[in-house]
């Protein structure tokens, strides 16, 4: 027993050692959103990770489909040089080592710097871009609330160590730069930043003029609209996953995501390159999968470990809240924040629906006393948005009713307290700020 023991262990250090041997095909076909490959159908899975000998460098793809002939896959690269019968082989997996002095650099989904300051310093252990959500019995509860500066959001929608809300709006809306006065919320001792799908001419502009001297804590992955779907796919994960390195160090981490709805479209881009039907307004349903298993990524991690404070942007589509992606991540996240383009016509930024804001963990904020103002700021606000038209059209009259005589002379001013511009310094007491900018009307 001894003996046959010690194989075991000379056998199992043996295959930790040496390097498997390479499985490789043949490209048998090539499409503009995708490329074949024979003779590999029984060696890879899923997800897996192909090179293809271009006489250059090797270029990646990646096995979104696997049938008797063959297996398909998407290219990370956005043109695809390889021929017929170039020669395809399997790949380790894609996985990250992620270290302290990554802070302040800017990287590719792929972790290649993108900010010409060298290469990053590889750390001590490497993390998945696909890794699984703690376990849901094993995870800390959420408790600890946060300031973020915002006073509206503060006030009518507070966020907590650990929640994940999605700011929903239209385009044009100010989503940005509600982002980037999030950005600077001081309550963090790690940023991860991703931008998905953004402008090229953006990415410096957020970085340096947004984050400014913040820089420095935050880690920036970057995939801008002109790269391939499975690269604009790839960079939350990645993003997440050097998240899950600075909350498995015991940090408190915002992972602000830009925007999580063009994750949906590179994923659906990917889902029907691989053949999968169009379900719903042409989504097809692994798209519907992968974003609760991306979002559940975050959040507080196991006792004894940091969290992960997810902001997502959501972007939505000809301004419907119903749509199927906003719905999907709307009723999987701890609260949402509804960008109004009415209000933001008004010149009233953030323009913020507090209506229409929801945060599922304010309770763990505010005091009965606070939560008892804000119920009744939400009334009067109800009663005033309500009577607009009656009011436009000359039908209300002062002294019908004491509510709607509070509400018209009280609103106003509240939306005036409300404005907050990116340049303004942080809210640091949120309600004294709007008991004092109350009395001074």
Known sequence: MNALRQLEWALLELEQSTPLASVSGAISEIAPTHFRVSGLSRSVKLGELIGVNTGAKPQIGEVVRIDSEGIVAKPFDRHFAGGLGSVAYRMPPLSFAPDPSWKGRVINALGVPLDGMGPLTPGSMAVSAEAEAPPAMKRARVHKPLRTGVRVIDLFAPICAGQRVGIFAGSGVGKSTLLAM????????????????????????????????????????????????????LAPKAAMAV?????????????????????????????????????????????????????????????????????????????????????????????HIVLS?????????????????????????????????????????????????????????????????????????????????????????????????????
Do not use: C
């Open 182 to 233: 999030l950005a600077r919320s001081q309550g963090f001792d790690s940023v991860v930043l991703a931008l998905v799908g953004e402008r090229g001419r953006e990415v410096r502009e957020f970085i340096e003029d947004v984050l400014g001297n913040d820089r420095n804590r935050a880690v920036t992955i970057v995939s801008t609209g002109d790269e391939s779907p499975v690269m604009r796919r």
């Open 243 to 335: 998240a899950e390195y600075f909350r498995d160090r015991g940090e408190s981490v915002l992972l602000i995501v830009d925007s999580i709805t063009r994750f949906a479209h590179a994923a659906r881009e990917v889902a029907l390159a691989a053949g999968e039907p169009a379900v719903a307004r042409g989504y097809a349903p692994t798209v519907f999968t992968d974003l609760p298993r991306l979002l559940e990524r975050a959040g507080p991690g196991e006792d004894g470990s940091g969290t992960i404070t997810g902001i997502y942007s959501v972007l939505v589509d000809g301004d419907d809240h119903n749509e199927p992606i906003a719905d999907t991540i709307r009723s999987t996240l701890d609260g």
């Open 341 to 441: 383009r009415h209000i933001a016509d008004q010149a009233r930024y953030p323009a913020v629906d507090v209506l229409a804001s929801v945060s599922r963990l304010a309770h763990n904020v505010w005091d009965p006393e606070e939560r008892e103002l804000v119920s009744k700021l939400r009334t009067l606000i109800a009663k005033y948005e309500d009577t607009r038209d009656l009011r436009l059209m000359g039908g209300y009259q002062t002294g019908r009713d004491s509510g709607l005589d509070q509400a018209v002379d009280m609103v106003p001013r509240i939306y005036q307290a409300m404005r907050q511009d990116a340049s303004a310094p942080p809210s640091a007491d949120p309600f004294r700020e709007l008991r004092d900018m109350l009395k001074g009307d």
